[in-house]
């Protein structure tokens, strides 16, 4: 499985960007996907995820502000993101897992089999 993000740049506090992660190759038609990021000097967190079923959690941090979501092909999906703050400046990751079978548990914690190679979101104040 491939994960292709594309949307970051460049913005001021207060505006929106959203990022787009475009997943190819061969597997299982269920999944726990999600948005992560590292800022310099930081550790990686998880900002959202989304189960095939539809649960989705958010970091405390982005609730409110930032929303996960696909469309109906469920071959790209999205983070929008609302509001920006300089905090939120980071290179943001998307990552999956698919399978298939039993559903699985999905949240913050999950571990990803598959990650994209990231974007830069830089926000100014």
């Known amino acids: 499985v491939d994960l292709v993000e594309s949307g970051g740049g460049s913005v001021q506090a207060g505006r929106s960007l959203k990022l787009s992660c475009e997943v190819s190759?061969?597997?299982?038609?269920?999944?726990?996907v999600g948005w992560f990021r590292q800022a310099p000097g930081k550790e990686r967190e998880a900002v959202a995820t989304?189960?095939?079923?539809?649960?989705?959690s958010y970091a405390d941090s982005v609730k409110g502000r930032f929303t996960i979501f696909q469309t109906n092909f469920k071959n790209t999906f999205y983070l929008q993101m609302n509001d920006l703050r300089p905090e939120d400046t980071a290179t943001y990751y998307c990552?999956?897992?698919?399978?298939?079978?039993?559903?699985?548990?999905?949240?913050?914690?999950?571990?990803?089999?598959?990650w994209g190679r990231g974007t830069q979101v830089t926000v100014a104040s």
């Open positions: 989304l189960e095939s079923e539809g649960t989705i």
């Open positions: 190759g061969s597997r299982g038609n269920n999944y726990c």
């Open positions: 990552a999956g897992t698919y399978w298939i079978g039993w559903a699985r548990n999905c949240d913050l914690n999950s571990d990803m089999e598959s």
